[in-house]
């Protein structure tokens, strides 16, 4: 008999879903999500892995997905706690055969499937491979022989046939007996709900109901005819496609959207923008593939890189930056866009970054563990790599990024508008980086009278 314990991660959707494909086939099933309290904990990078934006979208996902299992008699069981220890009583207490998840390249999962297969080495785990376009077994050449370059990744794999959906489950096993009814119970340590729509910035409803309305939307429309002439501006709702918080949670899949990119071009044609699009998709998959390669030298200081960056820790430069009160009134709008609603452009993405290691003079690290917590759209391994890139010590031969803040502001924000929009009136701009000058050492001692 087999007994099926379903863990669910980023792959919140009923379509084009491997695992649960295979969970169908099972004679008994429970569906767990695992809320981590160390989610909401600060990490040695003072910042938390699961911000207050990404929070609320990923609420919405949780609540549209266990209403789509409903409809098949089954539920989302949303625990709050340690997922060890969670995924492990579970186990125990359902007699489970058979664990069944979705393989992700983050060495947090990893590490929590090393432990409990350790633990239970009765438990067959399952990880299917779908958080990717390509399986591993789909790739040309073996994981370690990965090109080092995504330039060379993507001329083998511009080639290489995109795979078609999986089926969708058309019926769900049963639930167990003695299952606790959902409760509405939420922990203390959970942040407490004050999410307010923003006025202004871009609002994504989480869910896979929501993500396929908005990619079918986008490739409904001909706005994937212009995305290369647009996908740099600062500002627009239609000037990218903002599928990644739906991708991130895994509302949808990559399969469902380059087939939706080949869908178009084959109805609407090619043109240097789909393809752009197109190639997008595949650096998000590269960084995946390089992650499952490296997989803690993502995080490391000197990356894949031979050398240690020249960078350190600054909190009070790490701090404004952060508030957006940097000497750059650039720099401080897209901070306050990106804390305000969990969404910045790529272009604004990468002048923060280079801002932060090349003005600011910060450890890279510190500005990737603060976009974890901000990003409704985070992802492991693409933000890690796109830092890794912006710091130069990523597997990229050029080396860093220094974008030049008054340059990207010329062309990206030549009236101020994308400025005036997201400056508070008490911007900082005009005061100096750092509150104690390097040359005003030492420091007069204050005398307190007390
Ligand atoms: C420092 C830095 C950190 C980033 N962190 C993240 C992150 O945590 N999560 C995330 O999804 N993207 C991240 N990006 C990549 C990129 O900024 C976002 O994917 C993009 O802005 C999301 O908007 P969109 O869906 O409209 O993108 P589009 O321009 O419409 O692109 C379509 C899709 O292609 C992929 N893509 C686009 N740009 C990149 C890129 N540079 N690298 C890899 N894949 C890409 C994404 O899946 C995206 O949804 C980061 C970029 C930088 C420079």
Known sequence: MKRSLYWVTK???????TALNIASKSDLLICVFVVDKKWFEPNHYQSKS???NRWHFLQSCLSDFNERLLTFGQQLYIVYGDTFSTLGNLCEKYR???VITTHLPGTYENNIITQFSDSFPQVTVNK???????TNTLLPFELQQL?????????????VAIPKLAPTVQNLPSQFKSMPSPTIFRPQWLPPILYKKVKQGFNFDGGENDGLKHLNQYFSSNLPTTYKEVRNNLDGW????????????????????????VGFEDKQGKNSSTECLFLEILWREYFQWLHFKVGKKMYQFKGLSEHLPLTTFYPERFNKWCTGNTPYPLVNACMNELRKTGYLSNRGRQIVASCLVNELSVDWRYGAAWFEEQLIDYDAAVNWGNWQYIAGVGADPRGGRHFNIQKQTALYDPNGNYQSKWLDKTDQASQPLDSVDASDWPVPMIKHND
């Not at 299917?128 to 390509?134: G, S, Y």
């Not at 090109?147 to 080639?159: E, H, L, N």
């Not at 239609?238 to 990119?261: E, F, H, T």
């Open 128 to 134: 299917v491979e779908q958080f990717t376009l390509f």
């Open 50 to 52: 699961l911000g207050g």
């Open 96 to 98: 489970i055969t058979d």
């Open 238 to 261: 239609d000037n990218s496609s903002k599928l990644s918080p739906w991708l991130g949670y895994g509302c949808i899949s990559p399969r469902q959207v380059m087939n939706a990119i």
């Open 147 to 159: 090109p080092v370059s995504y330039s060379k990744f993507r001329k083998i794999m511009t080639d």
């Open 11 to 17: 792959d919140l959707r009923i379509n084009d879903n």
